[in-house]
């Protein structure tokens, strides 16, 4: 019987696959723009990227990088979104089927100057990090104990349609902060007026990076604990989530594992449970796999 710990390290070790034994880490080609490296090429994109000589230089000392006159954030953008474009006119790559017109950053790390951007459903194929930001909605029942609310995505959903995610979260599109992204998720996926959601925290980071047929997913959610009053019922907004439920801590921990809950956002809830106590060193045999498992290095 495999128990409850066993199966939440199973979740992170699939969220993390991308540095397991065995993954295509070891034939993937760095991403370099601007002498920088910001993304893993799997070696399949990578042939079919060689085929854009006026935007890619051919593969060289494991890298793979744009050619020297794309030397600004809007000469790089425009040419990459035209390979893209391109590729996804011709229906090679599953990826571009879900094509979003949304933008994400592309940089080393958070910190740094973004040197170009790159629709968002392409990001896999150059393992570049995406960032998000997610909120653990919850709240104090009559005697003081916190009771978490929890979305169900809607079945029309791209990814993990119908599965149980947090109250609200988005991707960090170019241009927009992160605070911003709090009050707009909130607001579209719960109905969650901008006077409440401005009392949200930011408490942490949870990042990992894993590998599907689609490409290498590099990823960081900046994580919100958001206290709600009790008598506050979220509603469902622009559809993305059909559902909210409002559990007890030891419904949601028992939730985490099951197939019904979107891996990430589990990922995220994990930490809460950390943060708040409701695991211990003391009788979590994998505390510390567990706190790092969320907090792998990008």
Known sequence: MTTWSEKMLQVLRRMN???SPGSSRTTCLRFEVGGEQVGWVPSKVASILS???????????????LCQNLDSYGRRSKAVDSVLQSLRREGLLTVLKGWRGEKYEVMPRFCD??????????????????????????CQDENGELRMWVGRRSMTKQTYPGKLDNLAAGGLAAGISV??????????????????????????TVSYTYEDEEGVFPESQFVFDLELPPEFKP?????????????SMDKVKELLISDDFKPNCAMVVLDFLIRHSYIQPDT?????EFVAGLHHTL
């Open 17 to 19: 696959n991308f540095y």
């Open 51 to 65: 085929t854009f000589p006026e935007v890619f230089n051919p593969p060289q000392g494991g890298a793979i990088t």
């Open 113 to 138: 100057t973004p040197l170009m951007c790159m629709e968002r459903s392409a990001t896999s194929l150059f393992g570049v990090k995406r960032y998000g930001v997610h909120i653990n909605g919850y």
């Open 179 to 204: 605070r911003n992204t709090l009050i707009k998720e909130c607001e579209e996926e719960a109905c969650i007026p901008e006077d409440i959601a401005e009392t949200a925290r930011p408490v942490s």
């Open 235 to 247: 509603k469902i907004g622009d559809g993305e989530v059909q559902d909210f439920y409002l559990y």
């Open 284 to 288: 979590e045999p994998y505390y510390q």
